[in-house]
Nanobody, 121 residues
């Protein structure tokens, strides 16, 4: 069955960096786009970033553009989210999700359990 396991969350200071990873299994990873989304305490789910199945293009929410970078290694069935210049408002539970298509956008059908990112001094 499809499994998505996130890791790399933790406590970071404002201005600091973290790198999230998502290990995927149970499907042909290289055939599907992947996305990251987050949910801040007391708020709704926010899509953060998406990447094409072959890594040829990426998309970002305005709130993270220029600070976060999504990438993938299809040989390792893993997608990453490099987060730089972190802000307290980036504090959230970060989820990895499998898209339903080779391009991000149409929707996601499987989600991981999330990894918590806390940005605080």
């Amino acid at each position: 069955q499809v499994q998505l396991v996130e890791s790399g969350g933790g406590l970071a200071q404002p201005g600091g960096s973290l790198r999230l990873s998502c290990a995927a299994s149970g499907f042909t990873f290289s055939s599907y786009a992947m996305s990251w989304a987050r949910q801040a305490p007391g708020k709704g789910l926010e899509w953060v970033s998406g990447i094409y199945s072959d890594g040829s293009d990426t998309y970002y929410a305005d709130s993270v553009k220029g600070r976060f970078t999504i990438s993938r290694d299809n040989a390792k069935n893993t997608v990453y989210l490099q987060m730089n210049s972190l802000k307290p408002e980036d504090t959230a539970l970060y989820y990895c999700a499998k898209d339903t298509n080779w391009s991000p956008g149409p929707g996601m059908d499987y989600w991981g359990k999330g990894t918590l990112v806390t940005v605080s001094s």
